[in-house]
């Protein structure tokens, strides 16, 4: 193990998969061995394709190398401007996390059909990145003629 823990120091990259053990890969992607016990928790980066999905639903599953079964996905997860929707057979980059949703043992966070990860959205103060509107109504003095509602 120790000698294991001085490749692990010195290795420049990781491959990790979701739930399983954790891979440890030098320079020229050689496998140095696993570190059992070790266990991906967060989300990882993976590439799939959309199985299907229900645009009146808002979810659907996406398949890919790193999420045996499928990974369920919400809209609310698409990182794109406009309507959030996914087509059957469109090839898509995620982050996914281990949890069990809707039958699927794993739950897409976010979702982008660029190459390049979009920056996360910010939210606004009430923690929602939903549109929201508001409507102030100022009423002026009652007019003299006015003889319905309360007085004041």
Do not use: N
Request: charged residues 20%.
């Amino acid at each position: 193990m120790t000698h294991l823990l001085r490749q692990v120091s010195t290795a420049s990259w990781t491959v990790p998969t979701i739930g399983g053990p954790l891979i440890v890969r030098g320079r020229q992607g050689r496998a140095f061995g696993e570190l059992r016990g070790v266990r991906q928790t967060g989300p990882v980066i993976s590439i799939g394709t959309v199985r299907t999905f229900d645009a009146e639903e808002g979810w659907g599953v996406i398949d890919g190398p790193d999420v045996p079964g499928g990974c369920w996905v919400h809209f609310s997860a698409i990182a794109m401007d406009g309507y959030q929707e996914l087509a059957r057979g469109q090839h898509v980059s995620f982050r996914a996390e281990a949890a069990s949703q809707d039958g699927f043992a794993y739950r897409a966070v976010k979702v982008w059909t660029s190459d390049i990860e979009p920056p996360d959205r910010t939210r606004t103060q009430d923690g929602s990145a939903a549109y929201h509107s508001s409507l102030t109504l100022t009423f002026g003095p009652r007019h003299p003629d006015d003889t319905a509602g309360p007085q004041a």
